[in-house]
């Protein structure tokens, strides 16, 4: 059987096959030797000084008119996004489609610039802030949102004079190829780059190469090498990591609703979302009626390949990950909790990267399900008899991603607002962020400027304080 999707030129290739399927090809992409890379960022500084001559509002409709067409094609970035990474595929279009709502927002950026006056100090003066495109962005994107993670990079960093080199995950470049592809129809040559490198190239450069700031979403672990990278070479890192995110369930008038709010943030994309619910965190006095519901759902779920619309909800991405998630849910129950669903790999790899749907009860605070992230279809159900006890375990963890609380109670609801240490809080709804608002966490979820929203500008330029005597 062919390759589907087949970009880049290189000696050595990387293979990608469908996690429903693994003895599927899906693609083939050359890989860049360390030479490549380096004359590939040098293009992307030529390209970069190009497009920041361009004028805001001119950057503005060609930005609007590349995320137009990243829209018609919709159908072909979704499918290359589920056969690589395996979700459904209407999460997929989902996923696409909100990605361009996301870049509609930074097409009016590019002609506000985040530029402001301010009061001068002095008789005779005027001042203002002003800011400048930082450079050469690199771009380091997971495998979980092939096609949303590079577009909430591309568009910002475009929008605001830059260039972008994108070096995607191995498991999933399928899309990151097709929206340079779609890139070269709008803007300079060699403005949008992907660079097919393995981890220790991608890290080298950003600790040395001519680049400017390193966007980089994906684990901790690897988070904190880019960071100590980005810091030899000096340059803005901007990192969206994990989380254990829970969901605080006191009280609610619609139980039924407020899970089904808590299942689809838990249960898309198979868990491997950083903003995945992986804990509820439930009052005791409706524990059990919470329980029976959370069980009886996921149990309802159908796993199937992400193609299939009958599909609830498809494979992992693929063999390392599932195994990881295997062993650590099996080490989980070792531990002592208790799977009311799930908590079991059906088949094998060779017939797909799937794992059941799985809710996990008696699970202690500072157990391994209470505080690792899985990234996975595994849900954790914590019990409480006061909120402060709730406020504590939804605290009590490494990340501070997102968190959700279900109430009525405005004492609750406002105490929530005011100590939940995430960089994203939810009341009364799943974790699912508007296009318009900032997107980012606190401890150990991220650093430096949120990307998405109008704070994205704090990344992606360089700010300088302007004096003009009169």
């Known amino acids: ?33 360390a030479d490549d890379l380096g004359l590939m960022i040098e293009h992307a500084n030529a390209a970069q000084a190009e497009w920041a001559r361009v004028p805001g509002l001119e950057r503005s409709a060609r930005l609007n008119a590349f995320i137009g067409a990243v829209e018609a094609r919709a159908e072909d970035l979704a499918t290359a996004g589920t056969l690589e990474q395996g979700k459904l595929f209407r999460e997929s279009r989902a996923e696409t489609l909100k990605s361009c709502a996301e870049g509609r927002f930074s097409v009016g950026e590019a002609a506000r610039m985040g530029a402001m006056a301010v009061a001068t100090g002095r008789a005779g003066f005027s001042n203002q802030i002003l800011r400048r495109p930082r450079g050469v962005i690199f771009c380091i994107s997971p495998w979980n949102f092939p096609i949303s993670t590079p577009m909430r990079k591309i568009c910002p960093a475009l929008a605001f004079g830059n260039s972008v080199v994108m070096k995607p995950s191995r498991f999933t470049p399928g899309a990151n190829f097709m929206l340079a592809e779609i890139a070269e129809e709008f803007f300079p040559k060699n403005l949008v780059q992907v660079a097919m490198v393995p981890g220790r190239l991608a890290s080298k450069a950003v600790a040395t190469a001519d680049i400017h700031g390193v966007s980089f979403t994906g684990s901790v672990p690897t988070g904190k090498l880019v960071y100590k990278a980005a810091a030899e070479n000096l340059i803005a890192a901007q990192l969206e990591l994990g989380g254990k995110n829970g969901a605080i369930l006191n009280d609610s008038d619609d139980l ?8 689809g943030a838990a249960f898309m994309t198979s868990g491997q979302r950083c903003t995945a619910i992986s804990r509820v965190i439930v ?96 849900l954790s159900v914590l019990e409480y008899e006061t909120f402060d006890q709730a406020m504590e375990m939804l605290n009590g963890t490494e990340f501070g991603l997102t968190s959700a609380l279900f109430s009525n109670r405005n004492d609750l609801i406002q105490r929530f607002l005011a100590e939940s240490q995430n960089g994203m809080i939810h009341v009364n709804h799943g974790t699912v962020p508007d296009n318009n608002m900032p997107f980012g966490g606190i401890k150990n979820s991220g650093v430096g400027a949120y990307s998405v929203g109008p704070t994205a500008v704090n990344f992606y330029t360089s700010e300088h304080s302007a004096y003009v005597a009169w």
């Open 1 to 33: 059987m062919g390759f589907r999707y087949e970009f880049g030129a290189g000696d050595d290739t990387c293979k990608t096959v469908n996690p429903a399927n693994p003895s599927e090809k899906i693609g083939r992409y050359g890989i860049l030797s």
């Open 283 to 378: 009052h005791k006095r409706i524990a059990k009626d919470a329980r029976e519901v959370l069980a009886a759902r996921a149990a309802a779920m159908k796993m199937g390949p992400g193609m299939e619309e009958s599909s609830d909800m498809g494979p992992l991405c693929n063999r390392p990950h599932w195994q990881d998630v295997c062993d650590v849910t099996a080490k989980a129950i070792a531990e002592g909790a208790r799977p009311l669903s799930g908590g079991s790999a059906p088949g094998g790899p060779e017939g797909g990267y799937f794992y059941a749907p799985t809710i996990l009860d008696d699970v202690r605070h500072n157990s391994i399900a209470g505080q690792h992230e899985i990234f996975g279809p595994v």
């Open 256 to 263: 039924e609703g407020a899970i089904g709010q808590i299942m």
